[in-house]
């Protein structure tokens, strides 16, 4: 269901791509043509009341779920984020998706990537943190998750690590997980939509 608080202000190219999967897939070449996506919204340029983020995490060598995903969103004024144990898969989609603006945080099974743990999203004066979680103790409560957020001033805290999806609004903050998009432990798979801006935050977790 829709979570909803106020409170912050704020070309057609083909194609062709050769991939060799490894990790969950057997090894093997693949011929892929797509269509990018248009450019995306930088904030603070398009004249939009919000900026609409897609929210996913914890792919685990699920290529096939992720374009599944891109494809569903793809053409959309929106900023793609991974949040983490999937670099493989993310790597792939910048080549085969270069136009789009596709952000990604590593997690414990992002072996030997130089990204950082934490990224940042502002538009107007509405900020968003993304983590992974697993430095954050992010299965066990949420104390270092809420600290992260204050100590950043976001009003969006979002992570995955856990397979659980969730929304939730505590001590000002709304944590975000929108579960794996492989496989949760609560069956099936998901994402989830985030919006932030002047009118405040809203979030929606939907199932791929």
Not at 152 to 160: I, T
Not at 170 to 180: D, M, R, Y
Request: net charge neutral; proline share 5%; aromatic share 8%.
């Amino acid at each position: 269901m829709p979570s909803y608080a106020g409170g912050c202000r704020s070309a057609t190219a083909s194609v062709t791509i050769i991939l060799l999967f490894f990790g969950g897939y057997s090894p093997r070449i693949r011929k892929i043509k797509r269509k990018d996506a248009r450019p995306p919204c930088a904030p603070g340029i398009c004249a939009m009341d919000s900026l609409k983020l897609i929210v996913f995490s914890d792919s685990h060598g699920d290529f096939r779920a992720l374009d599944r995903l891109i494809q569903k969103h793809l053409g959309e004024r929106c900023v793609f984020l991974h949040l983490g144990d999937g670099h493989r898969e993310v790597e792939d989609l910048r080549m085969l998706y270069p136009a789009i603006d596709l952000r990604f945080v590593p997690g414990n099974c992002d072996f030997s990537c130089g990204e950082p743990p934490v990224g940042e999203l502002e538009y107007g004066s509405c900020r968003a943190v993304f983590t992974h979680g697993h430095l954050f103790g992010a299965k066990y409560h949420d104390d270092e998750l809420l600290a992260l957020a204050h100590s950043r001033g976001a009003s969006l805290l979002m992570h995955g690590h856990t397979h659980i999806p969730r929304e939730e609004y505590t001590e000002g903050v709304h944590i975000l997980c929108p579960g794996s998009v492989s496989r949760n432990l609560t069956g099936g798979a998901s994402y989830a939509v985030a919006e932030i801006g002047r009118h405040g935050v809203l979030t929606n977790i939907l199932k791929l």
